[in-house]
Structures are given as C-alpha cells and as structure tokens.
C-alpha cells in the first residue's frame, strides 16, 4: 500500500531564516506530487506540484521554492522566511494523469510559525 | 482563474439531522471531489463525480453536480457528532484532472 511521509510536524522559525519541508511517498512510482499551504482565514492554496523528477510548476510566485530531487521525494524551501509563511503546509500525492484517477492523498501536515 | 468556493463557510447542525454544503466553480470540468478535513489534519477524500453523472452516492454521503450552473453539492444525511470537520470541493485547475484547487471549505459542527 502507499503511504505519504511528510516532516517536520511542527517547527517555529525566526523571520530571514531558512525552511526545508520534506515529503516522501512510498509504494508506487512516478506520482504527481503537490504543495499546498493552508493559511488562517485564506483556505487552501496550491504552491507547487510536480508530474516528473525536475518538473515543478509553480502556481503563486512568492519567496518559497519546490524541488524534487528523486521520484518520490518533494521538497519545499525558502531562503529567508517571511511573517506571511506561517501556515499549515501540506504535501500530497496521486496518480499520473495516464491513469486517470487524480485522487489526491495528503500527508499529516507541517505547521510552520515564524516569529 | 478556476477556484471551488464553498457555502456557506459554516454550518451548525444537531445530530440526526442533514447537511448540506454547495460549492461553485468558475471553469468547465471534467469531475470535481469533495476533501473532508478534520481539525490540525490532511485532507481526506470522500467522493469524485464525472461530468456526466448528475448525481453520485456513498454510505451517508450523496453528491450532485451541475455543470450548466457550474455548481455542486454535498449532503450529509443523519450526521452524527463524528462528521464535525470542514468539507472542500475541489474542480481541477486546468482542463484535464490536475492538479486540484481548494477553496476556504464548510466548517461543519455537529452537535451531540
């Protein structure tokens, strides 16, 4: 069966440092891989998602950044947060399009406050 | 551009009885999902419809889907304290089946 990891849980950053959010997926193979964050008051917005290794689509442009160095591995980032970052991050995955199921899956969340 | 707006943003039922959230979408599609989502959690997925199907049912659970108004809804039927949680349609963004966008959701409380 496939499970979504994604980590760390909780973090608490200070303005102008730096953020790694890790997601990794487990049991299938080349998964559409999705960022979202969920901000208070503001619903759940798509950041990033990716259908392939080094294909990142970026749908808000902003300091954060996405990559995805392996098939199954997502990674979001910043270089110097911002007060506006903190929120609820989640990762998710589905199937590939050739499918034609696009269930998505989400992980636990990572709830990032910066201070 | 393509967004699911829900309505309305919250709903506050007592146990056994119905509810019913609405979604409204910009963009034509092919199949929209509803996502449930339980305080401090991930998204969880409930159900999918087509295009063409008016209607879709699952356990308690009953969808239906307009596309001429570009609307949908989700009905609840003898919730229970346990389907206290918020509720999100999601349309896919582009033309084809992703990725999804998600709006603000129906904050649902049912009361024991």
């Known amino acids: 069966s496939q499970t979504i990891h994604q980590w760390p849980a909780t973090l608490v950053q200070p303005v102008g440092s730096p953020l790694s959010l890790e997601c990794t997926v487990e049991?299938?193979?080349?998964?559409?891989l999705y960022w979202y964050r969920q901000a208070a008051g503001r619903g759940l917005q798509l950041l990033f998602y990716?259908?392939?290794?080094?294909?990142i689509s970026s749908e808000v442009p902003q300091n954060l950044s996405a990559s995805r160095p392996q098939d199954r591995q997502f990674i979001l980032s910043s270089k110097k947060l911002l007060l506006s970052d903190s929120g609820f991050y989640l990762c998710?995955?589905?199937?590939?399009?050739?499918?034609?199921?696009?269930?998505?899956?989400f992980g636990a969340g990572s709830r990032l406050t910066v201070l | 551009s393509q967004q699911g707006e829900e309505d309305p943003q919250a709903l506050s039922i007592q146990e056994g009885e119905n509810a019913t959230m609405n979604c409204s979408y910009k963009?034509?599609?092919?199949?929209l999902q509803w996502y449930r989502q339980n305080s401090g959690r991930g998204l969880v997925h409930l159900i999918l419809?087509?295009?063409?199907?008016r209607e879709k049912h699952s356990g308690r659970l009953r969808v239906t889907l307009d596309t001429s108004k570009k609307s949908s809804s989700l009905l609840i039927t003898a919730s229970r304290a346990a389907d206290t949680a918020s509720y999100f349609c999601?349309?896919?963004?582009?033309?084809?089946?992703?990725?999804?966008?998600f709006g603000k959701g129906t904050r649902l409380s049912v009361i024991a």
């Open positions: 963009t034509s599609i092919n199949n």
């Open positions: 990716s259908v392939g290794i080094g294909q």
């Open positions: 998710a995955w589905s199937r590939d399009r050739a499918s034609g199921a696009n269930v998505l899956t």
């Open positions: 419809i087509r295009s063409n199907e």
């Open positions: 049991g299938t193979s080349n998964p559409n």
């Open positions: 999601a349309p896919p963004l582009h033309s084809g089946n992703t990725p999804l966008v």
